[in-house]
């Protein structure tokens, strides 16, 4: 028996209308109405502005600029910008840490300048808004009496003295809760205003809590203590910075009638501290102004 060889099947020819079928979805006639279809999802996916390693380009030449380094380099410190940022939206605490050191080492094996880094650092987090400009910390070592000063209008209070600063620390804002009041003191002329706020009502933490006893990022911490607890107020005012006790002051050196200090207040970059007390036998409240060096 003679077996046949099995025929062969042919290539399945392709027309031009299959293929206009296939794709019509594609055509253009059809994209535009698709897209209208979606358009109210994907603009929901659009992002309103430009990410923060865009934005942050321009202060960061400007910065390289003013610090006179070369244009050449430009590019390697905002090519380490943008690392920087994207460690700090990927990681946090510890390992946010470890991971800039890092960063920094490598840049600066690399021939980079390590103050430029860290300065470029620092816009870094200016741009992604984890470090204000104007709170900048500074570096104090000790503080010293700046200014003293009796409000009569606040004689015999019993508690609620609080003192604001403005960001720019040129003006303090005095708070006395028992009586209702506000004055505002000028730094740089040691004046104090008349009441520009009388007889208002304060929440009931002005009148337990300091409202500021740290700067801006809490390297400066102010802190009262007593020896004997069983003591109405404190004698004694402590400074901490980075965790490290920096200075004490008791109430004598303060010039405040003794355990009677009644709250402290740290301006945002640290370098003023104000402290409120009686400063007279007839318990005359007052403020004690300190400035670090």
Not at 90 to 112: H, M, N, W
Not at 218 to 238: E, F, I, Q, S
Request: proline letters at 4%.
């Amino acid at each position: 028996m003679i077996k046949m060889v099995r025929k062969r099947g042919v290539a399945r020819r392709s027309f031009s209308h299959r293929r206009v079928r296939r794709v019509k979805k594609y055509d253009h006639h059809v994209i535009p109405k698709r897209f209208k279809i979606y358009l109210p999802r994907m603009s929901d996916l659009l992002e309103e502005e430009l990410p923060p390693c865009v934005l942050c380009e321009e202060p960061t030449m400007a910065l390289l600029q003013s610090l006179g380094v070369p244009t050449v380099e430009w590019q390697y410190y905002l090519g380490f910008m943008k690392r920087m940022i994207e460690f700090y939206q990927s990681f946090t605490s510890e390992t946010l840490q470890k991971e800039k050191d890092s960063l920094i080492a490598e840049y600066v094996l690399r021939g980079k300048d390590k103050d430029v880094l860290q300065q470029v650092q620092i816009q870094a987090e200016i741009c992604l808004g984890v470090r204000v400009p104007q709170l900048e910390e500074k570096d104090f070592s000790s503080y010293a009496q700046y200014d003293r000063f009796v409000d009569t209008d606040v004689a015999n209070s019993t508690y609620g003295q609080t003192a604001l600063f403005n960001t720019d620390e040129t003006k303090i804002l005095l708070i006395d809760a028992e009586n209702s009041t506000v004055k505002v003191y000028d730094i740089a002329s040691k004046t104090l205003s008349a009441v520009i706020i009388d007889k208002c009502e304060f929440p009931s933490d002005v009148q337990s809590t300091p409202l500021q006893n740290f700067s801006a990022y809490g390297k400066y911490v102010g802190l009262l203590w007593a020896t004997d607890w069983t003591l109405p107020n404190c004698d004694r005012m402590t400074i901490i910075k980075d965790g490290t006790i920096l200075q004490t002051f008791t109430s004598a050196q303060l010039g405040i009638v003794t355990t009677n200090i009644r709250s402290v207040q740290i301006s945002p970059t640290g370098k003023y501290v104000i402290v409120s007390g009686y400063l007279t036998p007839e318990d005359d409240v007052g403020w004690v102004v300190l400035e670090g060096s």
